[in-house]
């Protein structure tokens, strides 16, 4: 079992558990950074890197959730599978998930990695945050 370590990412005065991750469809990829949040219940990532990725959404069929940025108000986003791929020093994690991408992140939000498709793809996740690390293995 591949086993990640990675360090917290210090933001103005918090450190945060951000990552840099792959994701991949139809043989095109785009790396970009993602908080490990176990308190969000999917992955959620910014429309564009859909649109990068040349996926076309069904915009018939949107994913109402809420709680990003302390907002009690509904979202909207679009489902999609893409390849999800967790990388570091030459070792990396990669399977096969679902990732809701919506246009109403915050702008100073970042991309976020949930229960459903990130948590559940992986044996363990742990955060040791006085020491500034995360590591991550797989199943």
Do not use: C, W
């Not at 933001?11 to 139809?26: C, E, M, N, S, T």
């Not at 069929?61 to 489902?79: A, Q, T």
Request: hydrophobic share 40%; no cysteine.
């Amino acid at each position: 079992m591949t086993r990640l370590k990675f360090d917290y990412i210090q933001l103005g005065k918090h450190k945060r558990p951000i990552i840099l991750v792959q994701l991949g469809f139809a043989g095109k990829a785009v790396n970009t950074p993602a908080l490990i949040d176990s308190g969000a219940d999917f992955n959620l990532f910014n429309i564009g890197i859909a649109e990068t990725l040349g996926i076309k959404l069904n915009k018939q069929k949107p994913i109402v959730f809420g709680g990003v940025g302390n907002k009690n108000i509904h979202l909207e986003g679009y489902m999609a599978v893409v390849n999800l791929k967790v990388f570091n020093k030459g070792e990396n994690i990669n399977f096969e998930t679902p990732i809701i991408f919506t246009e109403q992140l915050p702008e100073n939000g970042h991309a976020l990695l949930g229960e459903t498709g990130f948590f559940d793809h992986l044996e363990e996740v742990d955060f040791y945050y006085t020491r500034g690390k995360i590591a991550i293995q797989g199943i």
